[in-house]
């Protein structure tokens, strides 16, 4: 993820800022209908990660097995592959099967309808995204639609009709990336508000670059959280530490769900991240999520 990443973070400030004034109503509303038990969801944006090969990863594995490995060390997928093609159905199907149960893939919306044509006169490309990726079944967590930089509060209207006429049977997170959105408060409030009223889910995005975007301000019982790292520094962990603890205290104000997905330039650095984030938020919690683990290779026999 490049969007608001910084080469300096000198002047960076990484606290996480209070939670919109919403968000405790909101959850306090979800409280009759939550589930009996919330549920964390943790992943990357790719499965093929070929630096895990030989740690996380059985050396030697064809690329067919990529996804069958991913999902024995994480729980879930930001799937960016979807972003530049509609998946036929034996390729759904195929993802279907590699996966565990319990598994969500939150797959990102094509660009064809989200940078190309911005939402405009794509009825017809978001039915067959949405039929196919329904092929997901149980494993669907969520769709994401992740709107470019250049989508600005002038295009609300075409961003709410498009919602409205979204299909209710794929649930649907919405990340705003251009700086309007946030600029004034009274805007801002009132596209958190309609994004709630249509029970769509508000992405938050930790970035250096973009703490417009770390609005804290939950628009339906999911939080879907994308975390941008920066090589494994002290701001990393003390960042995992204050999202265990933002989140600790949403669950227990009756949050049902949490997607949080990690980007790290170097991909050996978010099983790391996960490791450590996952033990702080089951200390707070209880809650126990497998972490990713470095996985026992097998030994050649030796010729002597």
């Known amino acids: 993820m490049d969007f608001g990443r910084l080469s300096d973070l000198r002047g960076v400030d990484f606290t996480l800022p209070p939670d919109h004034p ?19 969801y943790v992943g990357c944006p790719i499965w093929t990660n070929k630096a895990w090969l030989g740690s996380y990863f059985p050396a030697g594995i064809k690329d067919a097995d990529y996804l ?4 024995r060390q994480f729980n879930s997928i930001e799937l960016n592959t979807t972003h530049y093609r509609i998946p036929d159905a034996p390729t759904v ?17 094509p660009q064809s309808i989200t940078h190309e044509r911005e939402l405009y006169n794509a009825d017809e490309l978001t039915t067959a995204f949405c039929r196919a990726i329904s092929g997901l079944e ?15 509060p002038e295009h609300l209207r075409r961003l709410e009709r498009y919602l409205l006429d979204f299909p209710a049977y794929v ?29 769509k889910t508000l992405v938050i995005t930790d970035v250096a670059g973009r703490r417009d975007v770390l609005h804290q301000r939950l628009t339906t019982p999911v939080a879907f959280i994308r975390f941008n790292g920066h090589c494994l520094g002290n701001s990393d962990y003390r960042r995992a ?4 603890e933002r989140l600790a205290s949403w669950l227990s104000a009756s949050l049902h769900t ?17 490791q450590y984030f996952l033990e702080k938020l089951r200390t707070l919690t209880g809650l126990e999520i497998a972490p990713p683990k470095v996985i026992v290779q097998p030994v050649q026999g030796s010729l002597f």
Request: glycine share 4%.
């Open 22 to 40: 919403e968000t405790a109503n909101l959850l306090a509303r979800a409280q009759a209908t939550g589930p009996p038990q919330p549920a964390i």
């Open 68 to 71: 069958h490995h991913y999902a």
């Open 93 to 109: 199907r195929k993802w279907r099967e590699a996966v565990p149960p319990g598994f969500k893939f939150c797959p990102k919306m």
């Open 138 to 152: 149980e494993y669907l967590g969520m769709a994401f639609l992740q709107l470019p930089p250049t989508f600005g």
């Open 171 to 199: 649930p649907l997170a919405v990340e705003l990336r251009h700086p309007r959105w946030f600029a004034d408060t009274g805007l801002r409030d009132t596209v958190f508000a309609l994004l709630e009223a249509l029970n």
């Open 241 to 244: 530490d204050a999202w265990a």
């Open 258 to 274: 949490a997607y949080v997905f990690i980007h790290q330039k170097d991909i050996m650095h978010s099983p790391l991240w996960t």
